[in-house]
């Protein structure tokens, strides 16, 4: 298997389990489309030695360690991870790509990376 950082890519690639976690925490939830620029919720543990911190996914961790995400802390008692402008970078490319994020399923995704339009019928007709 491939390191998704290796010296002959010029640019790092998400992996399988952080494209699915991308996928997974991006995608429409009961109606409502998440925005890259709130950031993933990340869950906090609640007792040990590690009470108070934020739960890294690994598929989180591996994207902190390479410089894709950062951990800040959030609304309340939650912390969240947000994408670098490296991490962006990644991810559209990842969004330009047809099987990488489906444009019809992630188009706010795409209109918040640039790379579509704000379709302004769609928002005159819900106001």
Not at 2 to 31: C, H, K, M, Q, Y
Not at 46 to 73: D, I
Not at 100 to 118: S, T
């Amino acid at each position: 298997m491939t390191d998704p950082v290796s010296p002959s890519r010029s640019s790092p690639t998400f992996t399988a389990a952080e494209r699915n976690l991308i996928r997974r925490e991006l995608g429409v939830r009961f109606g409502t489309s998440p925005r890259l620029a709130d950031g993933i919720h990340l869950r906090t543990w609640r007792g040990g030695p590690q009470a108070g911190q934020p739960k890294l996914p690994v598929a989180v961790q591996s994207m902190v360690e390479r410089g894709l995400m950062m951990v800040r802390p959030g609304p309340g008692p939650f912390a969240r991870a947000f994408f670098t402008e490296a991490g962006l970078a990644t991810l559209r490319r990842l969004a330009g790509e047809r099987r990488g994020l489906d444009p019809a399923q992630y188009a706010h995704v795409r209109q918040e990376l640039g790379l579509e339009k704000l379709n302004t019928e769609d928002v005159d007709a819900k106001a």
